[in-house]
T-cell receptor, first 115, second 109 residues
């Protein structure tokens, strides 16, 4: 248990479905992140929220829609996904977004399969 | 462009020592991180280096040479539980993390 909890751990959805991934952190951190992890590829940063404000959107397709209602919760809303979106989606948090020694605490991820 | 290179996979024997190398090319530099990720689990922080030299933490040590754009993670007295992927990441001048694809370490008895 890292203090960052992601649900669901596994999700299978069709291309026309709408689903959401949830992330919750109990660490008092002010920054939260969504990453995509595909096999044998580097982690891809998708979105960053710092003090509930979105500060990064790394050219992510609009079929992924983030939401950060407060500094402890982060959602990733999914709709009309493609099979190539199948991956492990990792949520992370940190004390704040910038600063050199900023350590990320990750959740265990949500394994998404798009049929 | 910005890039991190690390070996895809390494194999070592229980009780031995293994060194996982990482080379980086970034626009500016604000530190280098190593994370460990067991299969199906969250990546967890191992070490952070911002100055040249060796940082030791128990069985794990991390080294940095900024002039060479090079780091390594040294694991001593390997245990079966050290089988995992090891992720190298460098922070650039904008404090963005640039990640490597990870090194899968297999420990054999």
């Amino acid at each position: 248990e890292t203090g960052v909890t992601q649900t669901p751990r596994h999700l299978v959805m069709g291309m026309t479905n709408k689903k959401s991934l949830k992330c919750e952190q109990h660490l008092g951190h002010n920054a939260m992140y969504w990453y995509k992890q595909s096999a044998k590829k580097p982690l891809e940063l998708m979105f960053v929220y710092n003090f509930k404000e979105q500060t990064e959107n790394n050219s992510v397709p609009s079929r992924f829609s983030p939401e950060c209602p407060n500094s402890s919760h982060l959602f990733l809303h999914l709709h009309t996904l493609q099979p190539e979106d199948s991956a492990l989606y990792l949520c992370a948090s940190s004390q704040e977004q910038s600063s050199g020694a900023n350590v990320l605490t990750f959740g265990a991820g949500s394994r998404l399969t798009v049929l | 462009g910005q890039n991190i290179d690390q070996p895809t996979e390494m194999t070592a024997t229980e009780g031995a020592i293994v060194q996982i190398n990482c080379t980086y090319q970034t626009s500016g530099f604000n530190g280098l991180f190593w994370y460990q990720q067991h299969a199906g689990e969250a990546p967890t922080f191992l070490s952070y280096n911002v100055l040249d030299g060796l940082e030791e933490k128990g069985r794990f040590s991390s080294f940095l040479s900024r002039s060479k754009g090079y780091s390594y993670l040294l694991l001593k007295e390997l245990q079966m539980k050290d089988s995992a992927s090891y992720l190298c990441a460098a922070k650039d001048s904008n404090y963005q993390l640039i990640w490597g694809a990870g090194t899968k370490l297999i420990i054999k008895p």
